[in-house]
């Protein structure tokens, strides 16, 4: 007898993609199709592609229907797709995502949900023991990744290793509770969500992984170190609430920083609020849309 699955829910952040998605998303629908007992649904998050994009995930959807798209006409950074995609967490038993570039094959990233009966949040490591890494980093970036794990651990002694490797699967509870906690719309994204689940006493499972440096990257090594470094300032600051509440009045400043770099602006509060209330109403719909379709397979009349 074949045991159901979680129901599960894949976000894929894309940004100007039309190039690398396509076998990356067939890779991903062959495998879950043939592999995965429960359902499972693959949503890319558009953010202000100014490519085809959206173009290649609907031809790649017309044969995999489990796969879709959540467009975003204008830049929200990766970390604002992936707090816009974790709004869909009501759908799903469990929430994971994996980037654009194929560095986590389909079969990695079951594993990391085959871990979810150990703990709230499993991720991927590349620099634990048992890793396997098919192309390494260069030397620039691998200095620049344990330099930045180290201020990492300096400020929030969270003890994981790698915080950035971009494999990540959570239970819809652990997501739900820390949603509104999640405001870093640049790659220090995953810093916010890990810190979060951790000041909330979820557990998260740390593994070793399998994974390929990508060519093509759309990391720009000095540029995304700063603005992931402020970032994480900006995370430190703000579970500091007396101190933080001090150094409002330099908000203006901190938007100028951003704006001048051109990375995504910090989500305050009161935009986080305003759009979990609409994407509430959306997933509302979606799920009485869902439900309609499904009656209607069962010859069940509709309501009056």
């Not at 869909?88 to 990695?108: Q, R």
């Amino acid at each position: 007898m074949i045991q159901t699955e979680p129901s599960l829910l894949l976000l894929i952040p894309a940004y100007n993609e039309e190039r690398r998605i396509e076998p990356v998303l067939r890779d991903y629908g062959r495998y879950f199709q043939e592999n995965y007992h429960g359902k499972f649904k693959l949503v890319v998050v558009l953010n202000g592609c100014r490519d085809d994009t959206i173009g290649v995930v609907q031809r790649v959807a017309d044969e995999f229907p489990f796969i879709s798209a959540l467009e975003f006409k204008e830049p929200i950074g990766k970390g604002g797709a992936l707090i816009e995609g974790l709004r869909l967490a009501p759908l799903a038993d469990a929430i994971g995502y994996v980037d654009a570039d194929g560095a986590t094959p389909p079969s990695a990233f079951h594993d990391l949900v085959k871990r979810l009966g150990e703990a709230d949040c499993v991720i991927g490591s590349r620099w634990l023991p048992g890793a396997v890494l098919h192309q390494a980093q260069t030397h620039k970036r691998q200095f620049a990744s344990r330099a930045f794990h180290m201020v990492v651990q300096a400020m929030f002694w969270m003890n994981i290793r790698d915080t950035q490797c971009g494999a990540k699967v959570m239970h819809r509870a652990a997501v739900e509770k820390i949603h509104s906690s999640l405001t870093i719309a640049d790659m220090a994204f995953d810093i916010n969500l890990l810190y979060s689940l951790k000041r909330e006493k979820f557990r998260v499972l740390e593994v070793p992984t399998e994974w390929t440096d990508k060519i093509g990257s759309k990391v720009t090594l000095f540029h995304t170190s700063l603005v992931m470094f402020l970032s994480v300032l900006r995370i430190r600051l703000i579970h500091l609430p007396l101190f933080y509440k001090m150094l409002r009045p330099l908000r203006p400043l901190e938007v100028w920083l951003y704006k001048r770099l051109r990375a995504p602006e910090p989500l305050s509060r009161t935009e986080m609020a305003q759009k979990a209330k609409a994407q509430n109403a959306a997933v509302e719909a979606s799920r009485e849309k869902a439900d309609s379709q499904e009656k209607k397979r069962h010859g069940v009349p509709p309501k009056n």
